[in-house]
């Protein structure tokens, strides 16, 4: 258990750097797989999913070595090919290691990948494409065993543009017999960064970062070099940080074109937004209106990642917001913890009701998931007096340095390590 320690009321100003992105890197481990060489991963941040991922990496046989923040991954030998089930049961990107494994081994074996608890996270799309290439299922109890004499081109249709599912079949197609297409897939920028590594390494893949996909299946994939790009998730969750605080964060390499949901909230706020070249400017400001209306979209709509953030700044916005939750059904569960700092939050099946006010108190608040712990983190940084976030540790999952950043940019923040029954 960690315990968050943070003052309100102070303002944050300086300069933030952006780690690595979480969900870019994941599937790029998982694309590790398909060659017989060393991948070199630059800016992968060293955060708990990573060290997960490493871990089955290693079961499988790869060898994995890191340089500061560069992780060199050896796949020239594997020796296994199922998924040691208490490390799929820590994180739901496990299912991407399907299509890799069947690409490189023909056969997998994993247990129903677990993650953060945001809703039921099914994984039928990612199941149905396999199949569609030539893979067979056979499930038992936990276990999903996966067997292929070979994947096949296919046309798959997803009923939901997955980022998981889009992921899997590119990891699959990429040295299957034929042509995929995918449509209604993910445009995400993580499937373009998977899309991008995967062609270095040698794969036939046009139309990424939009919503039809083909892949020509290649023979053979060889060792690739690359450097992973920021996380537009952190760096949205800095941002709304600054918004929710007054305060005045310069970034020097920020996706800002991956985050112009944020912009336009920043235009309604009448905050300052300014781009200049690769970095970017941000500047909140005392009174600002409630946003009446935002629903979660796949991308380029609003990241639902960002949700449990935003509706921490609306906690202090003039008038009422509401937020409709289209991608997760239990992803409100920081808002419950927002009312023990005196926030007026309600939640109405699929939608978050706020009514700003101007004081928030300080509160002990329990973490639920990864991004409802930041939001629990910048709603502490907006309340006045001292706060407590408890954690399991999931916001080690996907925030490299998040005490240390806030601390640099001027945040009264300090992180504890306790045992659970303080
Ligand atoms: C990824 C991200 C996560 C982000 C999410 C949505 C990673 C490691 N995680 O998760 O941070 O919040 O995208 O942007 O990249 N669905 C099905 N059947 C399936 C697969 C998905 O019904 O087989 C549904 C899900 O329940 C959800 C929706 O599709 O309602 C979108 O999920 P998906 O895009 O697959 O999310 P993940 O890839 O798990």
Redesign the pocket.
Known sequence: MVHYEIEGGHRLEGECRIQGS???V??MMAAALLQKGTVILHNCPRIL?VFCMIRILEHLGCRADWEDNTLMIDAYELRNCSVPREEAKK???S??LLGALLGRCRRAVLSYPG??V???????????ALEKMGAHLCQEEEDIYVETEGLKGAKISL?????????NILLGAVLADGTTIIRNA?R?P?IVELSRMLRQMGAKITGDGTSCICIRGVRKLHETEITVIPDR?VAGTYILAAAGCQGSLYFPQVPARQLVCLKELFIHWRMTWREDGAGLYVCGRQNYPAVPYLE?K??PGF???LQSPLAAVLLKAEGESHIRE????SRFRAAGEFCKMGADVKIEKEVCKIRGSRHLHGAVMDAYE??GAAALIVAGLMAEGCSVVRDEGFLMR?YEHIVEDLHEAGASIISRRCSPSL
Request: proline fraction near 10%; aromatic fraction near 4%; hydrophobic fraction near 35%.
């Open positions: 979480k969900n870019a994941l599937p999913d994180m739901r990107s299912v991407i993650g953060c945001i809703g039921a996270r099914p994984i039928d799309l990612h199941l149905t009923r939901i543009p997955s980022v998981g599912a889009t992921e993910a995400e993580e998730i979660t796949p991308y990241p639902t990642d289209t991608i997760f059904e990864l991004r996907g």
